[in-house]
């Protein structure tokens, strides 16, 4: 079955739950109009579907192989990367300075989407470059911006992330790789990162590594960090390549998923005499310039999980109205119906769609807060918005991702034992998506992010704001007594009480019990994603309802519908957990766990 982009819900979630109107309204977008917002979406469409997608599952069976020292990526990666580079889609959200199209976040983001719903492991590598590019245009020197934007931006070089090393993931401040100062202002890069995605290839002439590295008289931990550019090939003064830089592929993992994307073992300054690196940032500041690249690349992560979830909706609703298998109460004499007519498979893919439409608005809307804080004239506007990007970013990278798998799951399901033969394409699907909860942040470290770091922000009062949107609609809904509402109002108004109050409870436990707030982390951010989702989804019904025909797709009524009474009803069971299952959560201690 092919993918097809699903422009009408993309422009629905970006109308209704993301503001849209109201973004061209305040001149937030400059000349763009809803038209031509949603001719880039056909346009990105038409490049998933037509270029990307076929080279899915080929690329998964031929993956990605280190020959004689080279990275070789599956036939037909490069003319792909070609094309993509070419077409200037790689360049969306970046400034026009740098050659960019300066288009903003929330089309990048719905371009995102459907690239990775083409093909997830083609995805990665302008993912990643977009991230460097973030993070270069932030703190880079004037010198650096020159040389390597342009670049980059045109998709000509493709840019890296180099944090993990065998002994530090989650935890950074362990990592050992050296950078030595040289005379010329230069440093020399020394060390070992695994796990880097694209970190080597044949697809570019030149490949943009931002590596994470320890200056000798650095202080301990987090704050001792510094980040470099380090260049596959060293540019000469006048934009040429020179000669290569001693980094190198030492291997390629073999991975449970996403085979095409290389992910390298990386080697810097095996020769003896280090990579040649230039600081990005101040030193042992480079936590601080990574967080720039991570905090955009863990709403493009996020947006991914959404990616897997369309993708393999549209993939288990196609294959349930083909199979046919039993009698449903409207079959007649003894014909066996299509499996989308039983009640349990209709549950399942109501679930697969509602769980991707409210993923998809969180996605959206955290997009649109990353147009407000960078566009908005007024500074007071520009901050509330960072406020929000900070509270929604761990929300929109560890909900969506959460639920990719789930939905990826329950796609194999509804194709019965076919699902778990490769040839439907449901086993792929599933496979890839299972990386998306653990790269860019795990999404145990997002939770103890927004609980930790993010409720507390302005001494509470962003989350605090942000909830008392939320039960605006809440009420909204309940107030317009719809019949085709259903009871949506007072389910979404008992999930968004359930996220009040175990907000109420964090805020206590992380004075008095951090332990019970950490254990809690994972089902609150759950919670706060169901809340969010449902709510978004209502925004859709209501504009639904307000604009007749021309509000959104003809679903959104009944996919609001169900989440908050199918979906949303988990709610006040999380609060529970979070404000009662601490104790026996942490009662077994460590040492008798495996007892
Ligand atoms: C396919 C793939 C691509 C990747 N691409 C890149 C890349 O391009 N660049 C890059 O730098 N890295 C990359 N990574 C690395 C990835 O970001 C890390 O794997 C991830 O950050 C987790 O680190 P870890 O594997 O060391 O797990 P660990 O940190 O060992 O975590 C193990 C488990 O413990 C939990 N945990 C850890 N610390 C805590 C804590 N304090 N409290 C509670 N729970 C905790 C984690 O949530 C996790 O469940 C990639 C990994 C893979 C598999």
């Not at 070609?82 to 889609?89: L, P, V």
């Not at 147009?371 to 007024?378: G, L, N, Q, S």
């Amino acid at each position: 079955m092919t993918y097809r982009a699903p422009v009408d819900d993309i422009m629905h979630a970006l109308k209704a739950s993301a503001g849209l109107d109201q973004m061209i309204g305040q001149g937030l977008l400059g000349d763009l109009d809803e038209a031509t917002i949603r001719a880039v979406i056909e346009q990105a469409g038409k490049f998933g579907a037509e270029v990307l997608e076929p080279l899915s599952a080929p690329g998964d069976r031929a993956g990605s192989k280190l020959v004689d020292g080279k990275v070789v990526t599956p036939p037909g990666w490069k003319e792909a990367y070609q094309q993509f580079a070419s077409g200037g889609w790689g360049a969306l959200p970046a400034p026009e300075e740098w050659g960019g199209q300066n288009l903003p976040q929330i089309v990048a983001t719905a371009a995102g989407e459907i690239w990775n719903s083409a093909n997830l492991s083609f995805g990665l590598c302008p993912l990643l470059t977009q991230g460097a590019i973030d993070a270069l245009e932030a703190q880079g020197s004037e010198a650096l911006k020159r040389t390597y934007l342009p670049k980059m931006v045109t998709g000509e070089w493709t840019g890296t992330m180099n944090l993990t090393e065998p002994h530090a993931g989650s935890d950074l401040g362990h990592l050992k790789s050296r950078a030595v100062k040289q005379p010329d202002g230069t440093y020399r890069i020394f060390g070992t990162k695994i796990f880097i995605t694209y970190g080597d290839h044949e697809m570019t002439d030149n490949i943009i590594h931002l590596v994470l590295a320890r200056l000798p008289d650095a202080p301990p931990g987090t704050r001792g960090i510094s980040l470099f550019l380090v260049p596959k090939y060293l540019v000469n003064e006048d934009g040429s390549l020179g000669k290569r830089n001693d980094v190198t592929c030492a291997g390629l993992e073999h991975k449970l998923g996403i085979h095409a994307s290389p992910t390298a073992v990386m080697k810097y300054g095996e020769g003896g005499d280090g990579a040649v690196g230039y600081l990005v940032g101040e030193e042992n500041r480079g936590l601080n310039v990574m967080f720039i690249m991570m905090n955009a690349a863990r709403l493009a992560v996020g947006t991914q999980g959404v990616s897997v979830a369309e993708r393999a909706t549209q993939r288990a609703v196609a294959y349930a109205k083909e199979r046919k298998q039993g009698r449903a109460a409207s079959t007649k004499g003894t014909d066996m119906a299509p499996i989308i007519e039983h009640p349990d498979i209709r549950r399942s893919l109501m679930t697969m769609r509602a769980l991707t439409q409210a993923a998809r608005a969180i996605c959206l809307v955290t997009a649109k807060e990353t147009d407000v804080a960078r566009r908005a004239k007024d500074a007071g506007e520009r901050a509330a918005a960072a406020n929000r990007v900070a509270l929604l970013t761990p929300v929109a990278k560890a909900f969506s991702t959460d639920i990719g798998c789930e939905v990826a799951s329950i796609g194999v399901q509804v194709h019965g034992g076919m699902g778990f033969i490769e040839e439907t394409g449901a086993a792929q699907i599933y496979r890839d998506a299972r990386i998306l909860p653990i790269y860019e942040g795990t999404n145990g470290i997002q939770a103890i992010d927004i609980v930790v770091r993010k409720l507390p922000l302005e001494g509470g009062k962003v989350v605090e704001a942000y909830i008392g949107e939320l039960k605006k609609t809440a009420d909204e809904v309940r107030a317009s007594n719809r019949p085709e509402f259903g009871r949506m109002g007072e389910r979404l108004g008992e999930a968004v009480v359930a996220l009040a109050e175990a907000t109420r409870w964090m805020g206590g436990a992380l004075q008095k019990n951090q332990e019970a707030a950490l254990s809690g982390a994972t089902p609150y951010l759950r919670l706060f994603g169901l809340a969010a989702g449902g709510i978004y989804l209502a925004r859709g019904a209501l504009a639904a309802t307000r604009n007749g025909a021309s509000g959104g797709p003809a679903q959104s009524i009944a996919v609001a519908r169900f989440f908050a009474e199918n979906l949303a009803t988990a709610a006040p069971g999380l609060k529970d957990t979070i404000v009662g299952g601490a104790e026996s959560a942490l009662a077994v201690e460590p040492e008798t766990l495996s007892a």
